[in-house]
């Protein structure tokens, strides 16, 4: 599984590793994502450091997970991206607009406040 959960800074924090393939993975992050917003969790970063590519479907399924959050009151950040996937969050124009990057977990916790 290229993601793991795991609660950090009075937030949940999911590394996603390597290659994050929606088509793949999708299904088991979406309900990990369910499980969390049932479990009352709001605040979620999205660890991009050690994500060595994504497809469309796995954006869709970030997307996806922040309009879980978002609907439940809560927010989704992202961190640690490389050039290459940020790139991809560029070009597609979603970093701004729909989603917030920082650079470490510690500056996208700390804007949560």
Known sequence: MPF????????VVIQI?????????GPAFK???????????????????KADFLDSSGIGALIGALTTMRKADGDVKLSG?????????LLTRLLGPV????????????SFA
Not at 17 to 25: R, T
Not at 41 to 49: N, Q, T, W
Not at 99 to 110: L, R, S
């Open 4 to 11: 793991s959960a795991s609660e950090q800074y009075q937030a």
């Open 17 to 25: 590793s390597g290659k994050f393939l929606g088509s793949i993975e």
């Open 31 to 49: 309900t990990e994502v369910e499980r969390l917003r049932d479990a009352g969790k709001k605040r979620v970063v999205i660890d991009l450091s």
């Open 81 to 89: 991206m490389k050039d290459r996937v940020k790139n991809l969050f």
């Open 99 to 110: 989603f917030d990057d920082y650079d470490t977990i510690e500056e996208a916790v700390a």
